[in-house]
Structures are given as structure tokens and as C-alpha cells.
């Protein structure tokens, strides 16, 4: 039979304690078994309550004469060993001690689960975020009427156009303004068509309808379809409101990072027009702006070679990357989409475009 | 358990004590990083990792240790005084604030007490200093020390100190008594903690005594304090100049505000 050493507690003994050696037997508790002083406390004789500090200790309180009595079952083993040996006339008691117990227990876990959710909070959206970004970027997307779209892309603009050095109006101008509107006849968006002087091959949208060409970009096109091919990608990016989804989608990472570190980098105009350029569309955006390009094309009815052409040739020149190229999905790829595009669409009668190219190549390199 | 050193000791001061401890040679003890206040000639210090308790338990179980520290507000390290001198040498370990410093014979309360954390002062060699953590999720909100407190378990001889008089209580079974929350500063697993409202909203506004007190169960040994640091600190606060009111103590919010760390 086994023996625990337990703390019990009474009149006249030290009051925070006594270690006594028991025993728990068919017929009862037996105190300093073998000793002289052995006692037998007959379980009909026993109240059991539930206490300690952690709630789970079987408390046995008996009287003796005029004081109560009482010894503390901490230990798992003696724990067990007295449930199971406990005769039924004790279980509506024990019952409820299991209750108690138990209910301190869920409580316990309750509250840890609370406790973790509470602290894990700012990581759970974190990870949300990451997983459904692109929906919750679109449906907030959403929720922007064009008209502050449009409101929100001229500040853009004008603070983006500190950077830049315009092109005055003048043929090539002209000719890029031109082509543009032909694709934004049916856009809610005011467009605007815009050349910067600057050498490097690139061109960017900004939401609500500002396009810029780069006059790099127009100096390494072989005709004005080519350029045509450009314009209306970068419509289609403002058409399916790509920057905008990129930056309602930052912006939303912003307020997770901040939660987070608990930090709110400084997120002015100027600083989201400066992250523009430098803005980077998916490569589905780049897809899909190119596939959308192509029915543009179509209803303007400009031959859709120069888009093929002009990438291809692009990504064939080795050597410095070129910006317009380095974010886009690789070329042979994306001929081939466009090619698989176009059959799609069903090939289209073109009108070539108005335009005497090397007349603009010369009067860009003045 | 491992081996436990028999120390011999004298407490001086009155409101702001010291405790004074005299080493046998190869005899040592642990402390608080931080607590000492003098040593004589031939005791030598080691800073351990973790609680120092158990020294063969290697890398994992020491950081383990260590873990647990942090979350009872303690030091990542402990300091162990061993006396490498011959003859008998002395050591002490102040109180950080006003208050008392209360020797416990772990081996006479059964080998566990609970205590506040940040209660334990320092101890014989052998004693370890863990977490009890409050299962009870009013108890840890509202209960005034907060989900974690101290445990210290051995047969040693351990200090302890807290703010103000101590007063030392012994429960019989079944005795209850109500203490405000945050004075409790040890007792004995052997007591039940809970807590009850207060009873009337009218009071819980505004007797100034919150909502809630600690109850206590015997059968076992208490102690409480008379002034819970945060009380001291709030008044000192409160009292500086330009600064104004600090925070109530025992007030609904302030549970709430250290949702880990309760009163003290």
C-alpha cells in the first residue's frame, strides 16, 4: 500500500503545517500508519473540498472533538489513488470537486486562448492580409468612385511632374496625345498624355489617367505603332486601376506593419508619388494589361505587331536592363501570349497611323 | 532536490533592513542579481544562468529556466556567493524599497511557498525560485498579482521582502479572511486564492477600494504586506511636482492596463 507525506493542519499543531505520512485505505484514511499514534479517519468521517492555489488539491476536513481538522492531497498519485478508492457515500462530493476543477481548468484555457488571440491579434491580420491581399485590395479598390480616383491621380501628378521635364507641345506631343485618345474613348477617366524628356526606354501610368512617356522610349520605337502598343498597355493599367490596387494594397501593409512595430512611417503625397515610379505591377498585372491592350488596339484599329516587335527587340539589346522591361514577365513568354491573344480576337483590318516617324525621331534629336 | 546549504542569519534595520548571512566554508547562496550588499574577504561570485538550482540540467533546460525568469520579472541571471575561504564569512542582501525581510524554512511549510514576484531576496543554495502561474482568470485580472508569481521550492532557508509591516497570519481549515488586493505577499499552495465583489456598486465606486478583494482560504500561512510598492509609488507620484495624479490603485482600468502584471 502506498504511503504519501502530506500537510495537515489542525488545532494545537504547527499551524502551517504538519508533515504527516498517511495512508488511503478501502476503509478510510489512515494517519501515521504504523506508528504508535496511528489513527484511521473513516471516509464517512471526511468533507472534501476543492482549494489550493492552483484549485486542484483534494482539501480533507474532518472534526475531532471541538476543532476541525483537515490534510491537503496534492500530489497526482495520492490524488488518484483517493478518488478510485473513495466509497460511493463520498461521490456526490467528489462530484463536486470535479466540477470545480474542471471549471478552473476551462477557465484556464479560455482564458489562454483569449489571452493568445489578444497578443497574436496584429500577426493573424498580418497573415490574413498576406494570404487575401488581392481581394481585399481590390474590394477596397472598389469602394474609390472614379472621380476622387481622378482627384487623387492629378496630386500625384503635380508632384510627380517636379521630377520630370515635360516636352512643350509640339509634334511629338501631339502625336502621343493623339494615339492615346484613341484609346480612352469610352474611359471614366479624363486621360492625359504626357512626354518627359528623360533617355531611359520607359513610360508610367498614374491612377485616374495621367500616362508619361519617356522620350527614350520613343527615340528606341521603329514607328508609331510601336509606341501605339505601349500607350495602350499603360492604359490598361490605368483602366484596371493596377496602381491603385498596388497602393490601397502598401497602404493596407502599412497599417499592419504599424500595428505590429507599432510605427507609422511618415506616408505623405509626396513619398507615395515617389514610390510611383518605382512602383512595381505584378506580373498577372503586366498579363493582364497586355491581353486588355490588344482589344483596345482593336477598336482603334492599330495593327498590333508593334507591341510584339517592340518588346521583342527590347528584351534582344543585352546589357543595361531596361526599366520598362524589368518588371515584365519574360518576352518570349508574352509574344507568345499576345500572338495567342490576337488569333483570339480574331485578326483585325489596321489603318496604319498618320504619322512620318523619322520627321519625329529628328525633331526629338534636336 | 538537490543538495541544501544551512545558512545562518541576522536581519538588521527596521523600516529599511538588511539581511546579514554567514557562509561555512563551501557553503553558498543564491540571490537576485543585484541584492548584495556587502561580502567579506573569500567569497567569491558567480553569475549563473537561469535559477541555478539545478546545475547539471545543461543548455536547454538552463535556457528553459531562464525563460521563465523573464516572465516573473526577473533577471536572466542569478548570482551564486560560494565561500572559498576558511572559516566563517558573511554576506548580505538589502531590501530594494521600505519593507520587511521575512525569512521562510521551506522545509518547515512543506518544502513550497508562493510568493509575489519579485518578492524573493535570496536563499540557500539549492532553493529554486520558479513560476506559480494563476489558473484563475479573475484571480490573475483581479486579484492584485497579476497571472504569474513567484514559487520557491526546497528545504532551505529563503528570504523574502516586501513593502511596509508584514503581517504573518495563520488560516485554520476553512478560515476565510478578505484582503485587499495587492497586499498579499506569500502563501502557502495549501490556501486557496480567489477572489469576490465587492458587493455593492456603490462601494466599488467609491470606497476606493475597488472592486474586488482577494480572499484567502486556510488551511495554511500567509503574509501580508501593509504597502504594496505600487501604492508607495503612486503616492510618490501623485506627489511630484508637475506631474499630478497618478494611477488608482486597484481600480477597474488598472487590472486591465497590466492585464500580466497585476498590482505589484
Redesign the interface.
Known amino acids: 500500500m502506498e504511503r504519501f507525506e502530506v ?1 495537515s ?3 494545537g499543531i ?4 504538519e ?1 504527516t505520512p498517511i495512508r488511503i485505505a478501502p476503509e478510510g484514511v489512515v494517519l501515521r500508519p504504523g506508528e504508535p499514534t496511528e489513527e484511521t479517519l473513516p471516509f464517512e468521517a471526511l468533507r472534501v473540498t476543492a ?7 483534494i ?1 480533507l ?1 474532518w472534526t475531532k472533538g471541538e476543532g ?3 490534510l ?1 492531497l ?1 500530489d497526482p498519485r495520492a490524488k488518484e489513488i483517493f478518488l478510485t478508492t473513495a466509497p460511493p457515500s463520498l461521490a456526490p462530493q467528489l462530484a463536486q470537486w470535479r466540477k470545480r476543477t474542471s471549471r ?2 476551462r ?2 484555457r ?2 489562454g486562448i483569449l ?1 493568445a488571440l489578444l497578443l497574436l491579434l496584429p500577426l493573424l491580420l498580418g497573415l490574413a492580409l498576406w494570404w487575401k491581399s488581392d481581394v481585399l485590395a481590390e474590394w477596397a479598390v472598389h469602394r474609390i468612385s472614379y472621380a476622387s480616383e481622378a482627384q487623387f491621380g492629378n496630386l500625384l501628378f503635380e508632384q510627380a511632374r517636379l521630377d520630370l521635364t515635360l516636352l512643350p507641345e509640339g509634334e511629338t506631343t501631339k502625336m502621343v496625345q493623339e494615339i492615346g485618345n484613341r484609346f480612352a474613348k469610352e474611359a471614366p477617366y479624363p486621360f492625359q498624355w504626357h512626354v518627359a524628356e528623360d533617355p531611359t526606354i520607359n513610360a508610367f501610368a498614374i491612377p485616374g489617367g495621367h500616362v508619361v512617356v519617356f522620350t527614350g522610349l520613343i527615340e528606341a520605337a521603329d514607328s508609331a505603332e510601336e509606341v501605339a502598343g505601349v500607350l495602350a498597355h499603360e492604359a490598361e493599367h490605368v483602366l484596371q486601376r493596377h496602381s491603385l490596387k498596388g497602393m490601397v494594397h502598401q497602404l493596407g501593409w502599412r497599417v499592419v506593419v504599424a500595428l505590429l512595430i507599432g510605427e507609422w512611417g511618415g506616408g505623405s503625397v509626396g513619398e507615395a508619388a515617389a514610390q510611383l515610379q518605382v512602383l512595381k505591377f505584378g506580373r498577372d498585372q503586366e498579363s493582364e494589361a497586355d491581353l486588355k491592350a490588344l482589344a483596345l488596339l482593336k477598336k482603334a484599329e492599330i495593327d498590333p505587331k508593334g507591341m510584339i516587335t517592340f518588346f521583342s527587340r527590347l528584351s534582344k539589346e543585352e546589357g543595361v536592363p531596361i526599366p520598362l522591361l524589368s518588371t515584365h514577365p519574360p518576352s518570349a513568354d508574352r509574344a507568345e501570349a499576345i500572338r495567342a491573344e490576337i488569333k483570339r480576337l480574331g485578326p483585325w483590318k489596321a489603318k496604319p497611323l498618320p504619322y512620318d516617324w523619322n520627321q519625329i525621331k529628328k525633331k526629338l534629336a534636336e | 532536490m538537490a543538495r541544501m546549504d544551512v545558512i545562518d542569519y541576522q536581519i538588521f534595520g527596521s523600516e529599511m533592513q538588511y539581511v546579514e548571512i554567514e557562509l561555512d566554508p563551501a557553503e553558498a547562496a543564491v540571490a537576485e542579481a543585484g541584492g548584495m550588499m556587502y561580502m567579506e574577504n573569500g567569497i567569491e561570485m558567480e553569475t549563473v544562468f537561469g535559477d541555478g538550482s539545478q546545475q547539471k540540467s545543461g543548455f536547454t533546460g538552463a535556457l528553459l529556466g531562464a525563460g521563465k525568469r523573464l516572465l516573473t520579472g526577473e533577471s536572466l541571471f542569478m548570482t551564486i556567493f560560494i565561500n572559498r575561504g576558511s572559516g566563517k564569512k558573511k554576506i548580505s542582501f538589502a531590501a530594494p524599497y521600505p519593507g520587511k525581510i521575512v525569512p521562510m524554512d521551506l522545509k ?3 518544502g513550497q511557498m ?1 510568493c509575489q514576484k519579485d518578492a524573493f531576496l535570496c536563499a540557500a543554495k539549492g532553493v529554486s525560485v520558479g513560476i ?1 502561474f494563476q ?4 484571480v ?1 485580472l483581479f486579484g492584485g498579482e497579476g497571472f504569474i508569481m513567484q514559487k520557491l521550492e526546497g528545504d532551505g532557508l529563503a528570504f523574502i521582502h516586501a513593502g511596509g509591516t508584514l503581517a504573518e497570519k ?1 488560516l ?3 478560515e476565510m479572511i478578505r484582503v485587499d488586493t495587492g497586499c498579499i505577499v506569500a ?7 480567489d477572489i469576490e465583489y465587492i458587493g455593492k456598486i456603490k462601494s466599488a465606486l467609491f470606497s476606493g477600494e475597488g472592486f474586488f478583494y482577494a480572499t484567502l ?5 500567509i503574509w501580508l504586506q501593509s504597502l504594496p510598492l505600487s501604492r508607495l509609488a503612486s503616492r510618490l507620484y501623485s506627489a511630484m511636482p508637475g506631474i499630478g495624479r497618478g494611477r488608482e490603485e486597484g481600480s477597474l482600468l488598472g487590472g486591465l492596463g497590466g ?1 500580466l502584471d497585476g498590482d505589484n
Open positions: 500537510l493542519f489542525g488545532p504547527r499551524p502551517h503545517g508533515r482549494g489550493g492555489f492552483d484549485h486542484n488539491q482539501a476536513t476541525i481538522w483537515s491537503i496534492s478552473v481548468q477557465g484556464m479560455l482564458g489571452l | 518547515e511549510l512543506g508562493i506559480a489558473k484563475k482568470l479573475g490573475g495563520n485554520a481549515p476553512g502563501l502557502q499552495p495549501s490556501v486557496t486564492y482560504q486556510g488551511p495554511g500561512k492585464l
